[in-house]
């Protein structure tokens, strides 16, 4: 029987950066709640600060890797 062992690919990192935003969006919420009562004590460079994640599709080239041929969700 042959055995494969495959990679977790991009699932893992997918995983960590949701549960990074899980963790982060009450404590942004509670800081954009404080700017909006005017109750925000901490730097104003800060204040705004929110939190994206973009996720890309189509990394892979349909031939070979060159500039025209990949990153195709990311163009």
Known sequence: MI????A????APCATLLDVAEALTP???EKSR???AGEYDGD???AHT???IVLFDGEEAFHDWTAT????GAR
């Open 3 to 6: 055995q494969f062992i495959g």
């Open 8 to 11: 977790t690919d991009s699932a």
């Open 27 to 29: 404590l942004l919420q």
């Open 34 to 36: 404080q700017v909006e």
């Open 44 to 46: 104003d460079e800060w």
């Open 50 to 52: 929110t939190l994206q």
């Open 69 to 72: 041929d990949s990153i195709y």
